[in-house]
């Protein structure tokens, strides 16, 4: 069982209030220019800690330019329709944040959510159509089993829950027709850390259809191999098949016990909507069997792969479409410059970000005193 988070809770908060006038102030930029300039939310560690945030291009780097601590490594993030963010804990986690990113204030925290001590927070939170209602992945640490959170969006109070009919569900997104599509990674895991695995031989991980007026299961799917674990999800540009059918990307991390079989394996899923398939590199292209993160890009796919330090890029057809090197390439994100144009790909690395337009030029811009994590999202 884990401890009572209470007390930490209360500490923290104090702290994080206590300074927050002291954050805002060396962080902020000139609203005009700031508004000017691509924003992007992020999650990072730097001096100051744990944050989420606010970057902007400024001159040849990316700076920040609002900022919020927060308790511990945050994972995945979520812009509102009101230009609100939501941010959530890295797994196993126990908090959820909604915050404004003020540019000129550094950043205020709207309201804050914490799980019950019988679950953890998987790192990934999305919000409904109409906005009255927030999903997250969870896990129940008891029976390790994968659930959906459902919450109410002011208050960010949990209403309810569904189970997703498989362990280690990680990201969640929404279809057209308002089913909730969720990457069940499948890893069984110690429930106290959430993140120590174990025996891998009853590792099953699947992508599953879920009704969001009853939670009603309407489809699984699972690839071959099953130490393939389904871990990011994204929609590519448009509909790509016959049907209409948008076509899902999924980046896979492989679990496998042979090395040279990690190493070999897959990156990329693709589901048409009837079929979940794998999507083979160009020839003798390693990409280490972990994909990061994944985004739509240039009608087909782009996965960051870390340990290949680089981006993967797949065409709508599943062809290999080239490698963009980039140290320790992670966070993606698929940002329009103007409607109706084809949107630019940013990737985060180690130590700079990348961008890719349309006609495939590619410009960097140095990341300076911040480790982002897996994800960003570009602001309206």
């Known amino acids: 069982m884990r401890e009572p988070f209470t007390l930490h809770r209360r500490q923290w908060l104090v702290h994080a209030t206590a300074y927050a006038a002291a954050l805002a102030a060396p962080l902020a930029l000139p609203a005009g220019a700031a508004a000017r300039a691509l924003q992007l939310a992020a999650a990072w560690e730097g001096s100051e800690g744990y944050q ?6 400024r001159g040849a780097a990316l700076a920040v330019c609002a900022a919020l601590d927060v308790p511990t490594r945050a994972h995945g993030v979520w812009v509102e329709a009101g230009g609100t963010l939501l941010a959530v804990a890295r797994r196993p986690g126990d908090w959820l944040l909604r915050w404004k990113p003020d540019v000129a204030q550094g950043g205020q925290a709207i309201a804050w959510g914490w799980i019950e001590p019988d679950r953890a927070f998987n790192g990934h939170v999305i919000a409904s159509p109409d906005g009255k ?6 896990t129940h640490l008891e029976t390790g089993q994968g659930l959906i959170g459902i919450r109410d969006a002011a208050t960010l109070e949990k209403t309810g829950e569904w189970p997703t009919h498989g362990m280690d569900p990680h990201e969640l997104l929404l279809d057209a027709d308002g089913s909730l599509v969720v990457a069940n990674g499948g890893i069984p895991a110690l429930p106290e850390t959430g993140r120590l695995k174990l025996h891998m031989e009853r590792m099953d991980a699947s992508l599953v259809r879920l009704d969001t007026r009853t939670g009603e299961l309407r489809g699984q799917w699972r690839l071959a191999d099953q130490r393939l674990s389904l871990r990011h999800i994204a929609w590519a540009e448009g509909a790509h098949t016959v049907s209409g059918q ?41 990409l280490a069997g972990y994909g990061g993160d994944i985004a739509p890009a240039g009608g087909g ?3 960051s792969c870390p340990r290949a330090n680089g981006v993967a890029l797949w065409r709508a057809d599943g062809e290999w479409a080239g490698f963009l090197p980039l140290q320790e390439a992670c966070a993606l994100a698929a940002e329009a410059p103007q409607k109706h144009q084809a949107p630019n790909l940013w990737a985060a690395g180690r130590l700079a970000a990348i961008t890719q337009d349309s006609r495939g030029a590619v410009r960097a811009s140095a990341l300076k005193e911040l480790r982002l994590d897996n994800h960003w999202a570009p602001l309206g």
């Open 246 to 286: 948008r076509l899902l990307g999924i980046a896979l991390q492989a679990e496998h016990d042979d090395a040279a079989a990690k190493a070999a394996a897959p990156v990329l899923a693709v589901f048409d909507g009837q079929r979940l398939q794998t999507r083979a590199a160009g020839p003798g292209q390693q």
């Open 52 to 57: 989420v945030g606010v970057l902007t291009k």
């Open 301 to 303: 796919f782009a996965v």
């Open 133 to 138: 209602r927030i999903y997250t992945t969870e």
